[in-house]
């Protein structure tokens, strides 16, 4: 499953399948950006982060991809699974330790 | 690895009282901390970045007075709601970072019910 355009909130997909979550960041000076999950009632819990001297940057199960021209990050899910059902966050900071976050995509995994 | 304590994980009070809710970085020394609010379905509204020893900075649009906040250690931070208002129920999450790693670190949130 993929999230058409840069703002949709929702994204369903099948258990098993890749999930794509797109995040459009606005500073184009920022140049850490994180990935975050957020579970209901719960603090945002880190998934990946990447700096802007990266294009790529591969985790367990997890790849981000930066596009600084277009001021583009996603966040790829291999092999979905009901746990990864949440609400996910991308993060920027420019510097001065500030995090600014993004709307958020609510993934919903199904069996 | 970095873990950030926060307490209470949900409080109700009467409107005009006070709330006071802690954020401990238990295993690093927090220099700086942050306080966010969450609306349903919303995303995290950075409120104010809190620094230990001195005043916090606070976003623009977010009253000092009513969000009082005090950073008197390198491992606690507290954020008090004076004057609760309905207005003020939300969910409230304190981040750390970490001076070392560059990481941010979250609490588990407060949510806050003023009745």
């Known amino acids: 499953g993929e999230s058409v355009g840069l703002h949709l909130p929702t994204l369903s997909v099948q258990e098993g399948d890749n999930s794509i979550i797109n995040c459009a960041y606005s500073n184009s000076a920022s140049d850490y950006f994180i990935w975050y999950k957020q579970e209901s009632g719960k603090g945002p819990q880190f998934i990946i982060d990447i700096r802007s001297n990266m294009d790529k940057r591969q985790g367990q199960r997890v790849t981000v991809l930066l596009n600084k021209t277009v001021k583009h990050l996603s966040l790829q899910i291999a092999a979905t699974q009901p746990g990864d059902s949440a609400v996910y966050f991308c993060?920027?900071?420019?510097?001065?330790?500030?995090?600014?976050f993004g709307a958020g995509t609510t993934v919903t995994v199904r069996a | 690895g970095a873990v950030v304590s926060q307490h209470p994980s949900w409080v109700i009070c009467k409107s005009g009282t006070s709330v006071k809710i802690e954020c401990r970085s238990l295993?690093?020394?927090?220099?700086?901390m942050f306080w966010y609010r969450q609306f349903p379905k919303q995303s995290l509204m950075l409120m104010a970045t809190s620094n230990e020893g001195s005043k916090a900075t606070y976003e623009q649009g977010v009253e000092k007075d009513k969000f009082l906040i005090n950073h008197a250690s390198l491992t606690l931070s507290t954020l008090t709601v004076t004057s609760a208002h309905p207005e003020d129920s939300s969910f409230y999450i304190c981040s750390a970072a970490d001076p070392d790693t560059y990481g941010y670190t979250f609490g588990s949130g407060t949510r806050l019910t003023v009745v």
């Open positions: 295993d690093f020394q927090a220099t700086t």
């Open positions: 993060a920027e900071n420019w510097g001065d330790y500030k995090l600014s």
